[in-house]
Each structure stands twice: as structure tokens, then as C-alpha cells.
T-cell receptor, first 114, second 116 residues
Framework: KQEVTQIPAALSVPEGENLVLNCSFT??????LQWFRQDPGKGLTSLLL?????REQTSGRLNASLDKSSGRSTLYIAASQPGDSATYLC?????????????FGKGTHLIIQP | NAGVTQTPKFRVLKTGQSMTLLCAQD?????MYWYRQDPGMGLRLIHY???????AKGEVPDGYNVSRLKKQNFLLGLESAAPSQTSVYFC???????????????FGPGTRLTVL
């Protein structure tokens, strides 16, 4: 059974800092890995998706990397802004025994201090 | 395109009552999913469907039933609601997963359900 862990659970940094959010997964047989953002009381917004054949994806100030062999993914946020404050969720797409869906980590709650 | 929509947004039930949550998508996606999100637990897959007329169990299917009579709709039913089913329910859809193609999941805004 796939398990996804996110470290740290919470992070508070001053505006302007570069930061890294970590995600690890136990089953390397993933077909993709998705990073989401969730604002309080809201739904999930997809940030980046990395296919299993890829090593990284970039969108603006965000960069996500994937290392299947070590079971790790990182989300790098450059020049953080107060508007980046949210919970960031990592989810691994795994297919096994006919099941098909995302396995989520519990998230990293990020606060960017103005 | 509205994307993925969910009805209702909020609902309060009494123990033992039944209800149906509706998910609709206008992206012609083959796959649809129901997840629940609980504090400290993350999102967990309840049921999913890989096409019209098909459904399958996810990680936490007990107490729920689903139906996919039309490709664009995925219904989640609670026959006899219990307080343990108090949660936020998210629906998602994605295109069919072919080798080498992107199959990003798109999420609806969620339904906040409270069972008293």
C-alpha cells in the first residue's frame, strides 16, 4: 500500500526567502506525482504534475523534482510572498490491483510572514 | 468550461438520514473519483470510476455507494449517515491514463457535510 509523507508539517518563513517542501512515498511504481495548493476552506488547485518519466517541472517561481529511485519529490518555491501562504499537498498516482487514484500526504501548512 | 462542480456545497444531516452528493464535469474525462478529507488524515479515496457504468472501491468505501450512469456525472450516496461521515467531500476527474500521456486530476470545490 502506497504511503505518502510530507515534511515539515508546518513552516513559517519571512517573505522573500526560498524554501523547499519535501514529499516521500513508499512505492516507487508511481505513474505521476502531483503537487496541489489548498487555501483554508477551499478546494485543491493543481500546481505541478510530474510524469514518472520526468525529473522535474517548473511553473513560474515553483519547481518540483521527482526521484523515483529514492521515493522523493521536492517543491521549491523561490522568492516567497505572503500570497503563497496555504497548505501544500503532495499526491502520488499509483495503480495496483485495479485501483487507480491519488494517495495524498497530510500536507505542509506554509505561512509567509510579511 | 465550468470544470468540476459539486452539489450541494454544505449539508447538515441527522444520524440515519440519507443523501446524494452530485459531481459533474464538462471536460469529457473518463475517470472520476470521490475523496474525503478529514483533519490530520489527508485526502482518502472512497470510490472511483474508469468509465460510464463502472465503479470500484477505493481506500475507505464502507457506508457509501456510487453510480456513474452518465459519463459526466458521478454520484456519491450515503444510505444511513453516521457522525463518522462528517467530512469534506471532494470529487475529481481525469482523462484516461494512456502510457506517456498526462492524466492530471482536476478537483471540484468540495461539499462540507456534517452529520449530527
Amino acid at each position: 500500500k502506497q504511503e505518502v509523507t510530507q515534511i515539515p508539517a508546518a513552516l513559517s518563513v519571512p517573505e522573500g526567502e526560498n524554501l523547499v517542501l519535501n514529499c516521500s512515498f513508499t512505492d516507487s511504481a508511481i505513474y505521476n506525482l502531483q503537487w496541489f495548493r489548498q487555501d483554508p476552506g477551499k478546494g485543491l488547485t493543481s500546481l505541478l504534475l510530474i510524469q514518472s518519466s520526468q525529473r522535474e517541472q517548473t511553473s513560474g517561481r515553483l519547481n518540483a523534482s521527482l526521484d523515483k529511485s529514492s521515493g522523493r519529490s521536492t517543491l521549491y518555491i523561490a522568492a516567497s510572498q505572503p500570497g503563497d501562504s496555504a497548505t501544500y499537498l503532495c499526491a502520488a498516482g499509483t495503480s495496483g490491483g485495479g485501483a487507480d487514484g491519488l494517495t495524498f500526504g497530510k500536507g505542509t501548512h506554509l505561512i509567509i510572514q510579511p | 468550461n465550468a470544470g468540476v462542480t459539486q452539489t450541494p456545497k454544505f449539508r447538515v444531516l441527522k444520524t440515519g438520514q440519507s443523501m446524494t452528493l452530485l459531481c459533474a464535469q464538462d471536460m469529457n474525462h473518463e475517470y472520476m473519483y470521490w475523496y474525503r478529507q478529514d483533519p490530520g488524515m489527508g485526502l482518502r479515496l472512497i470510490h472511483y470510476s474508469v468509465g460510464e457504468g463502472t465503479t470500484a472501491k477505493g481506500e475507505v468505501p464502507d457506508g457509501y455507494n456510487v453510480s456513474r450512469l452518465k459519463k459526466q456525472n458521478f454520484l456519491l450516496g450515503l444510505e444511513s449517515a453516521a457522525p463518522s461521515q462528517t467530512s469534506v467531500y471532494f470529487c475529481a476527474s481525469s482523462p484516461r491514463r494512456f502510457l506517456g500521456e498526462v492524466n492530471e486530476q482536476f478537483f471540484g470545490p468540495g461539499t462540507r457535510l456534517t452529520v449530527l
